[in-house]
């Protein structure tokens, strides 16, 4: 028996909109943390590093993460639809 390879087309769909779907939340979380962050009242030099690091590293990490999940949904729908004309050939 030869080996089959494929995918289920509608579940990998799924899955892209799902990746999507996490991105967006990631979004909607660092949107919400940083409103939070911004009207917290603290001063001094504790809380400017905190504020800096926060935005030089935290919110371009989660930036990165949330596109990293758009880039694997759009390959995910790319595969789904390559496997979608293989299978009308």
């Not at 962050?37 to 030089?56: H, V, Y």
């Amino acid at each position: 028996m030869a080996n089959v390879w494929g995918l289920d087309v509608q579940q990998v769909r799924d899955l892209a909109t799902n990746l999507d779907r996490e991105a967006d939340s990631i979004d909607q979380t660092l949107s919400k943390l940083t409103g939070v962050l911004n009207n917290t009242q603290w001063t001094g030099p504790d809380a400017t590093q905190f504020r800096n690091e926060w935005q030089s590293s935290h919110v371009s990490a989660l930036r990165r993460v949330g596109q990293a999940l758009r880039d694997t949904a759009q390959l995910a729908r790319g595969n789904a639809a390559a496997q979608e004309q293989t299978s009308q050939n």
